[in-house]
């Protein structure tokens, strides 16, 4: 089932750049107490909506947006691990912030 943000408190809510090798698509990316969302401006790219609960996400770094996929450009992305090893990369301004703004969920 897919949650809405709409029904839970906002906590940050930012311009992003959900990258997966080459392809990439600009959107939203927020967050709440129990779930990450981002909402591609283009869902045709096919990259998005993600739904992502808080409490699968198994680790968050810091990363580097690429361009091709895989020439570093950016410094300012983060990437997401899921429990069942999903990887999911935002480049995003201040991912420092973001990377502490979602850490206390993955701390056991």
Not at 19 to 27: T, Y
Request: with cysteine; net charge negative; proline share 5%.
């Amino acid at each position: 089932m897919i949650s809405s943000l709409s029904e839970q408190q906002i906590q940050k809510k930012v311009l992003a750049t959900v990258q997966q090798g080459a392809a990439h698509c600009d959107g939203y990316l927020s967050v709440s107490a129990t779930e990450l969302h981002f909402a591609p401006f283009n869902q045709a790219y096919g990259l998005g909506p993600y739904h992502l609960k808080r409490h699968d996400i198994s680790k968050v770094d810091l990363a580097s947006g690429k361009g091709g996929g895989f020439i570093p450009l950016l410094s300012e992305a983060i990437c997401i691990t899921m429990a069942d090893s999903r990887e999911y990369q935002f480049i995003l301004a201040e991912p420092e912030r973001w990377l502490e703004l979602l850490q206390p969920a993955t701390a056991d």
